[in-house]
């Protein structure tokens, strides 16, 4: 080797060496942090993590370390939580020290800590009361947002009637409805089912959530120093994200030529209104970036997350016929055939409730939650959280609990259900997660499962294009949020 590369060679080792040296100091120094793998220089623990099956490295660990244990991934220091008791004191009984959004890089790099899911401090905390309020006020005296559910039910049985009882893939059908409602209150519009604007939507979404999952985009969040050199399919997430968020400014346009601000038609026209309103604040957090990266969070969170549950309730529903069976009885006896299911009739039908509490719980759509970061030094327990610290409060290990759901890997409705057949509530039932940073749009999804399920069942008995034995639930790969497998099944008119 000549003198200049061994020179280098040496100079990059005592550099790699530094760098870990100073890692290990500053966990030392840190006070007193959870137990966890000794990091490795720029990796940190990043070998010990299985980019197929997230869930299963992050029980392996707290198997060996605990309920709370310290990550790091590359420089960035991560602690987990890992127990129902430890998540409810940090998000519910200290709510307000872990209220700030951890760091994701590649959130980070797309949202710019804008909108609602991915932004914090005043800005977050005004623009969500904001949401919350006007998602809460929804119907402006009008139309109520179960009126628009039900509505939004029925073009989905009649688009499935399409079908004819053929096997059908219902990934782009189960999209459209629920991305209907979101455009409907964000612009007081809805799209036919065959709308190829719609479709291509429906597609970037859906491919988003694909590429989240890749091991490119796991590695661009778990070694954030090194994602500028990262090649792989993941960097089409950007330009997705950028598709969506024109095609919410082009609504803000055409709003703004018609805006009445005396009688808002829908969430866009409220915002407006609310920048006009503080036009004068040199203060004020309501701009037209924050409108558009809220809109996008609404209309990205309001149709996939809702869109992948349904998908996964008909896939266990098919794969359990006597679970149908028991719902058809149901659904004949409360509401019978005719009649357009509603949200009242959910307190006389225990067992739909159930069922669509298990599918939620089984389901398991969001595994790692999303990410916190606590506000100030924090005492947790017997441990010591510096400022900034990333929290991962995780979902599954509650959702899976064995001890408030036996044998939680098994897909069964009476996990909601006392001995007298009534619906039973679960404090381990968090598919929202819980505490401030909670889902915004927990009461409409959960209007909407209730409504698209019922409806659905009311009109169908659902078949499986194959042998139902052989229906898996596996999928390819678990990483920050857990997508259905493939699958195709026929809709029998009742």
């Known amino acids: 080797m000549d003198p200049w590369g061994l020179t280098t060679s040496v100079l990059l080792a005592c550099v790699l060496l530094l760098i870990f040296l100073s890692l290990w100091n500053q966990r030392l120094k840190s006070g007193k942090l959870p137990p966890g793998p000794t ?39 991560i602690v987990v939580l890992h127990d129902y008791k430890i998540m409810k004191e940090a998000l519910i009984d200290q709510g307000d020290g872990f209220v700030d959004r951890g760091n994701i890089a590649i959130f980070d790099d797309i949202m710019k800590r804008k909108g609602i899911i991915f932004n914090d401090g005043e800005s977050w905390k005004q623009i969500r009361r904001f949401s919350l309020m006007t998602l809460r006020n929804f119907g402006m005296g009008k139309r109520s947002i179960e009126e628009r559910v039900q509505e939004e039910a029925q073009c989905l049985v009649e688009e499935l009637r399409k079908t004819k009882s053929q096997p059908t893939d219902p990934t782009f059908i189960l999209g459209c409805a629920p991305c209907n409602v979101i455009c409907s209150i964000l612009f007081r519009d809805r799209f036919k089912y ?3 604007k719609f ?3 429906m597609k970037l979404l859906n491919e988003n959530f694909q590429l989240l ?7 661009y969040n778990f070694l954030p120093g090194f994602r500028v050199y990262l090649p792989g399919k993941h960097n089409r997430i950007f330009k997705n994200v950028e598709e969506l968020k024109h095609f919410i400014l082009e609504r803000v346009k055409e709003h703004e030529k018609i805006l009445d601000p005396n009688n808002p038609q829908d969430f866009i026209d409220c915002y407006l209104s609310k920048i006009q309103q503080e036009k004068d604040n040199p203060h004020s957090e309501f701009d037209l970036e924050n409108l558009i990266v809220a809109g996008g969070n609404l209309f990205t969170a309001g149709t996939e997350t809702t869109s992948s549950t349904l998908r996964y309730g008909l896939l266990l529903i098919l794969k359990h016929p006597e679970v149908q069976a028991k719902i058809h009885e149901e659904i004949d006896h409360v509401i019978g055939h005719n009649r357009a299911p509603s949200i009242k009739d959910r307190q006389d039908m225990p067992y739909m409730d159930a069922v669509v509490h298990e599918v939620q719980r089984f389901a398991n759509i969001l595994p790692l939650n999303l990410s916190h970061a606590v506000t100030r030094d924090i005492q947790l327990q017997q441990y010591v959280l510096p400022k900034g610290t990333t929290i991962f409060p995780l979902l599954f290990p509650m959702l899976f609990d064995s ?51 019922t409806t659905i069942l009311q009109k169908f008995t659902l078949k499986s294009a194959g042998d139902p034995n052989e229906i898996s639930m596996k999928t390819k790969q678990v990483g920050f949020i857990n997508l259905p497998p493939f699958y195709e099944l026929c809709f029998l008119s009742r």
């Open 39 to 77: 990091p490795l220089p720029l990796l940190g623990n990043i070998l010990q993590l299985d980019f197929k099956n997230m869930i299963a490295s992050f029980s392996q660990l707290a198997e060996k370390y605990g309920p709370i244990y310290t990550l790091y991934f590359g420089s960035q220091r």
């Open 194 to 196: 065959n709308d190829e």
């Open 199 to 201: 479709l291509y939507l």
């Open 213 to 219: 999952n890749s091991r490119w985009a796991q590695l």
């Open 403 to 453: 001890k408030e759901f036996p044998n939680p890997e098994r897909f069964d409705p009476q996990h909601f259900l006392d001995e007298n057949g009534k619906f039973k509530k679960s404090d381990y039932f968090m598919p929202f997660s819980i505490g401030k940073r909670s889902c915004l749009g927990e009461g409409l999804a959960r209007m909407e499962l209730f409504l698209f399920f």
